[in-house]
């Protein structure tokens, strides 16, 4: 059964995960701060990023740059990338 967390994102107590949704140390903070709603609306985001951008996720620079948004969006810290269509198919800030 998922733990229930109160969710650093949103700040509500929802239902959170069985085990970590993403691998190291990410992962393990997501388990226990992050909720099943908020972890959706982050793989949303992952997906704009990707598709807008077009990263390859192999290449550790795009991977990079999921990673630093991801913080970003789910724990609040640093800048998270918005949509900029003046970088289209450019990873470069």
Known sequence: MPAIVECTRCGQTREGFERA???GPIGARALGEICQPCWADWLKQQTMLINHYGLNVMDPQARQFITRN???F???RGDSSEIDTSKQGSISH
Do not use: Q
Request: net charge neutral; glycine share 0%.
């Open 21 to 23: 949704p993403f691998p």
């Open 70 to 72: 991801m913080d970003a």
């Open 74 to 76: 789910l724990f609040k």
